[in-house]
């Protein structure tokens, strides 16, 4: 219940951070072997977010940073194109947003990494009404750290 609850707040808060952009994200990253783990930098965009490239189950996904949502959470069109089993009929009530309850599906991720820091068997949702995907506590405390200092953040 509790985990739910929290759920419901972090999609809210998500949701409501998420609302469409006309910048296209553009992280700064440092660049490291194939298959290696490095520190990754990020700068803040003008709109107040921080974005990664993250690999999910094989493939890219640009994510926002949201250290405030309890999962990994997957717009509808993400989660196709990631060829994630799932029908919109199985969709039910998994959270409350600004403009009333949000509907999706709780799901796992096999694998989520950015810049070889690798999490397995991720905790994640796919959401309708949601325009990009979030990274959020499923992922970031199972790093080696994750720090922000003013306009940058560090993930290691």
């Known amino acids: 219940m509790q985990k739910a609850l929290i759920l419901v707040v972090a999609l809210g808060t998500g949701i409501g951070l998420m609302w469409p952009s006309a910048q296209s994200p553009a992280p700064v990253r440092e660049s490291a072997a194939a298959g290696e783990a490095k520190e990754t930098l990020l700068k803040r965009r003008s709109d107040g977010h921080f ?6 189950n094989g493939e890219l996904v640009n994510f926002v940073i949201d250290t405030g949502a309890t999962d990994v959470v997957l717009p509808v ?8 089993p799932f029908s919109e009929d199985e969709f039910v009530v998994i959270g409350r947003g600004a403009s009333g309850p949000v509907r999706g599906k709780v799901i796992r991720l096999d694998k989520v990494s950015v810049d070889g820091k690798e999490v397995r068997n991720v905790d994640a949702a796919i959401a309708e009404g949601l325009d990009q995907p979030l990274l959020g506590q499923a992922y970031l405390p199972r790093i080696s750290s994750v720090e922000m200092s003013k306009d940058q953040m560090r993930l290691q």
């Open 51 to 56: 974005y990664v490239d993250a690999e999910v």
């Open 77 to 84: 069109g993400t989660a196709r194109r990631l060829a994630i």
